[in-house]
């Protein structure tokens, strides 16, 4: 079956631009997340969804940044104002249930701000 | 601060060898630890977990042990394949949630021929 799918694969923008990512979870998975991995970095949690609501934006890491998911299926994550520190690898992983259950990420959006 | 740790951030091991790829954490709420790897290009992939009410999980050549006292887990791969060449990211999470899963910054494993 299909897995999560994220586009753009790769998306370069001027600073200061807006821009949106988009995921495709799988199909039946109520759990949403978005994270991010900067270089040399570890994953950073930005936002988990049950369904179309976020019990967690605690990962954001300004008011630049918003996601939205509608249907229980698809998120978008917007970059408002782009500054060069949003490069990065932005991940979306999905799961069935949000205890117990691993994640199963996408191949991520390649961000870069210039 | 930190809350889960990979000291290594690389580890070159020898076919057929042992590969041991060590995590520290420092937070005593987690209570759910998982093992992502991750090729280039790719998102991670799950590939073993453990609950804090056991010390060890085994999947085939792959073990996980957890020291809580130490507030240490270990991935044991055994024996060691050039497939295995990923970087490893160890996962803790409170209350067996992944609403918000805290990531090391990961191990590079390479394993040589």
């Known amino acids: 079956g299909a897995g999560v799918s994220q586009s753009p694969s790769n998306k370069v923008t001027e600073k200061g631009k807006d821009v949106e990512l988009r995921c495709d979870p799988i199909?039946?998975?109520?759990?949403l997340y978005w994270y991010r991995q900067s270089l040399g970095q570890g994953l950073e949690f930005l936002i988990y969804?049950?369904?179309?609501?976020?019990?967690?934006k605690s990962g954001l890491p300004s008011d630049r940044f918003s996601a939205e998911r509608t249907g229980g299926s698809v998120s978008t994550l917007t970059i408002q104002r782009t500054q060069q520190e949003d490069s990065a690898v932005y991940l979306c992983?999905?799961?069935?249930?949000?205890?117990?259950?691993?994640?199963?990420f996408g191949n991520g959006t390649r961000l870069t701000v210039t | 601060d930190q809350q889960v740790k990979q000291n290594s951030p690389s580890l070159s091991v020898q076919e057929g060898r042992i590969s041991i790829l060590n995590c520290d954490y420092t937070?005593?709420?987690?209570?759910?630890f998982l093992w992502y790897k991750k090729y280039p290009a790719e998102g991670p992939t799950f590939l073993i977990s453990?609950?804090?009410?056991?010390d060890k999980n085994e999947d085939g050549r792959f073990t996980v042990f957890l020291n809580k006292s130490a507030k240490h887990l270990s991935l044991h791969i055994v024996p060691s394949q050039p497939g295995d060449s990923a970087v490893y990211f160890c996962?803790?999470?409170?209350?067996?949630?992944?609403?918000?899963?805290?990531f090391g910054k990961g191990t590079k494993l390479s394993v040589k021929p």
């Open positions: 992983a999905s799961s069935p249930a949000p205890i117990g259950s691993p994640l199963h």
């Open positions: 199909s039946g998975h109520t759990a």
């Open positions: 969804f049950q369904g179309n609501s976020a019990p967690d």
């Open positions: 937070n005593s709420m987690f209570d759910y």
């Open positions: 453990i609950s804090s009410i056991k």
């Open positions: 996962a803790a999470s409170v209350g067996g949630s992944q609403g918000n899963l805290i």
